[in-house]
């Protein structure tokens, strides 16, 4: 099994603003610089798609990595899956970095709406996929497999409980 | 100015009669009643893991043990944890009385956190310094100097350089780097026109750091003006666009720009 070092990739991010006047107009610059903390490399971005895709290709690189022992079309299809989250991410990410520049507060809403879509989504998938007559006949070990599951989205809840809270106190 | 000058005072007493003292900027050492603890002492890396952690997270509220083991030793069991922290204790308090409290890890129920007001640390102190500098540097410029100097001799290289792909060290040295280069750029500034040439180095220091800090080659491009040597100055600029051009792909700021035309105006 593949431990959590092995399965996480951490990005550290600088954005160094440069604020100047150009033929009578007010500019701002942004100069940016992303490091992959386990590997060490670093890149430098004046446009974060730049950024976008250094992150993409680390993670590409931990996919690849941990599907090596896998067959080709499992190895492609999780690939796949992989990606297509990056090209949400892609689009997606720089909207969101300059709309919280310009409107913090709008995107702090929008983050909590999103939070709260989906702890409802976790709660509706949740009672769809438990399905009760085949847990009937469960043994002890069935029982504690389903008592860790428990924990885990108890404590996931939580962890989102907490974010929603805390996005609330900051409003 | 007086409350300025007491604490930095403070700062110094604190370190002087600190039992422990940590430097964690540029080597990993500790030393216990003025006496550096001996490698032979730590016994395991583990331990040395521990502190280090405890220290990266210092200003976090007690971590819970479970959360700890999640971020150094996923596959590791309690005993790990246990025999880690009890490394750590007898390594900061070596003759504390069996079934007492710890003074320096702070333990609530199953959290830890580590007493960072009875330890003296570097990281610590060069921010301390920092603020230090920065709040006397509209009214008390001696001070300012004095703090931010303090701080650069406190910077002898990254935070816990042996940690560089552990993230749960990066945020403290993310932080120390932005600080310092802060306080490098600052004190240049502030002494350019007395000591240009120390102006300069500050500046290389600066760029060693990150090589693209634009306001460093300002600084350099300015002291070599006042020290008469323009052919350097204008080297400076060269080196500054060929940096911004080949890390970003981008020119200079305005501001750098007018810069070389006074400079390359002066005959």
């Given at each position: 099994m593949k431990s959590k070092q092995d399965q996480t990739a951490s990005f550290m991010v600088r954005f160094n603003q440069q604020i100047f006047d150009k033929d009578g107009e007010a500019n701002v610059q942004w100069r940016g610089k992303i490091s992959h903390v386990q590997g060490g490399d670093e890149k430098r971005f004046s446009d974060f798609n730049d950024a976008l895709s250094f992150m993409e290709k680390k993670l590409t690189h931990l996919t690849t990595e941990a599907t090596k022992n896998e067959p080709i079309e499992k190895q492609k299809g999780i690939l796949n899956k992989s990606l297509s989250m990056w090209n949400t991410i892609k689009q997606v990410g720089p909207k969101v970095i300059i709309e919280t520049i310009k409107d913090p507060l709008k995107q702090v809403n929008n983050l909590q709406d999103q939070l709260q879509g989906q702890i409802t989504t976790l709660g509706e998938e949740i009672s769809e996929k438990v399905q009760i007559d085949q847990w009937r006949s469960a043994s002890r070990s069935d029982m504690n497999t389903i008592m860790e599951s428990i924990n885990d989205i108890s404590s996931e809840l939580k962890k989102l409980h907490t974010k929603v809270n805390a996005l609330n106190k900051k409003k | 100015m007086i409350e300025l000058q007491e604490k930095l005072q403070q700062l110094e007493t604190f370190k002087e009669n600190a039992t422990i003292r940590i430097q964690t900027l540029g080597y990993f050492k500790i030393w216990r009643k003025n006496i550096e603890v001996s490698?032979?002492?730590?016994?395991?890396d583990k331990t040395i893991q521990l502190l280090q952690y405890l220290i990266s997270n210092r200003f976090r509220h007690a971590l819970h043990k479970e959360k700890i083991m999640d971020d150094l030793?996923?596959?590791?069991?309690?005993s790990v944890f246990k025999v880690a922290l009890h490394g750590v204790n007898k390594v900061l308090e070596p003759d504390r009385p069996s079934r007492t409290e710890p003074t320096y890890i702070v333990r609530q129920g199953i959290s830890y956190q580590l007493n960072s007001e009875k330890i003296w640390m570097d990281v610590d102190a060069l921010e301390k310094y920092i603020i230090i500098g920065n709040e006397a540097l509209d009214s008390e410029i001696q001070i300012s100097k004095t703090a931010y100097k303090k701080a650069i001799e406190l910077y002898?290289?990254?935070?816990?350089?042996?940690?560089?792909?552990?993230?749960?060290?990066s945020e403290e040295r993310e932080k120390t780097q932005i600080l310092i280069l802060g306080a490098y750029i600052t004190l240049a500034e502030i002494i350019i026109e007395d000591n240009p040439l120390e102006s300069i180095r500050l500046a290389q220091n600066a760029l060693n750091i990150d090589?693209?800090?634009e306001d460093a080659y300002r600084i350099q491009m300015k002291a070599y003006i006042l020290k008469g040597n323009r052919p350097q100055a204008i080297k400076s600029y060269k080196k500054c666009v060929a940096v911004l051009k080949l890390e970003y792909g981008i020119d200079p700021l305005p501001e750098t720009q007018k810069l070389i035309k006074e400079i390359q105006e002066i005959s």
């Open positions: - | 490698s032979k002492e730590w016994g395991r030793w996923e596959d590791g069991d309690d002898q290289g990254i935070f816990l350089p042996n940690r560089v792909y552990e993230d749960w060290s090589s693209t800090w």
